[in-house]
């Protein structure tokens, strides 16, 4: 069974700027957490065994936490890098103490 996604606010404030092909690999990315959230192949462990990472595009990370019980997975943070040949652009925030 697919677990639903949510956004947090913060997660949400994150998105906003987030280029059109970035936003695509997003909801990819998204789509891949909902069908098996903790996926030892596509995401990355973290600190406590209900948040996790998965990346998306080129330089894109999205840490999520996982509620089994109710079959949700709420996007707490999203953070992408945006390499072009004047630079870089990066956006949103991992940070430990999301909380």
């Known amino acids: ?15 906003h700027g987030l280029p059109g092909p970035a936003f695509d690999s997003l909801i990819q990315a998204t789509a891949e957490v909902t069908d098996y959230p903790d996926d030892p192949l596509r995401t990355f462990p973290t600190g406590d065994p209900y948040v996790r990472r998965a990346e998306f595009g080129a330089a894109g990370l999205i840490t999520y936490l996982i509620n089994d019980g109710a079959r949700v997975v709420i996007i707490l943070d999203v953070t992408w890098c945006e390499v072009s040949s004047v630079g870089r652009s990066c956006g949103g925030a991992a940070r430990p103490g999301w909380r």
């Open 1 to 15: 069974m697919t677990y639903r996604a949510e956004l947090s606010s913060r997660a949400l404030k994150q998105m």
